[in-house]
């Protein structure tokens, strides 16, 4: 089984834009290390989020964090209304 992988993300809140999605793979000291350094980069802008996120893929973010992620909302809200649409 692979391990957990490490994405950081950085998301501009007053341009609803991904700045950077940097994979880190396993390395979670390189990926902490990153995360801190962004975070200082970014402490005094409120619109910015810098997020660790520990999975299995970026498929998978994705769909735990699409709201960081252009179109993911849509497409999850399409494909949800699509589901019901099936059942009825």
Same mark, same amino acid.
């Given at each position: 089984?692979?391990? +957990?992988?490490? /994405?950081?993300? &950085? /998301? !501009?809140?007053?341009?609803? =834009?991904?700045?950077? =999605?940097? !994979?880190?793979?396993? =390395?979670? =000291?390189?990926? %902490? *290390?990153?995360?801190?350094?962004? *975070?200082?980069?970014?402490?005094?802008?409120?619109? +910015?989020? &810098?997020?660790? &996120?520990?999975?299995?893929? +970026?498929? %998978? &973010?994705?769909? %735990?964090?699409?709201?960081?992620?252009?179109? #993911?909302?849509?497409?999850?809200?399409?494909?949800?209304?699509?589901?019901?649409?099936? #059942?009825?």
């Amino acid at each position: 089984m692979a391990g +957990i992988k490490n /994405f950081l993300l &950085v /998301f !501009d809140h007053s341009k609803d =834009e991904l700045l950077e =999605e940097l !994979d880190f793979g396993e =390395e979670l =000291e390189l990926a %902490t *290390e990153a995360y801190s350094r962004l *975070e200082r980069q970014y402490a005094d802008d409120r619109a +910015i989020d &810098v997020v660790l &996120v520990g999975s299995d893929s +970026i498929e %998978t &973010v994705k769909v %735990t964090h699409a709201n960081y992620f252009p179109g #993911s909302s849509q497409r999850l809200m399409h494909d949800a209304l699509n589901l019901y649409a099936s #059942s009825s």
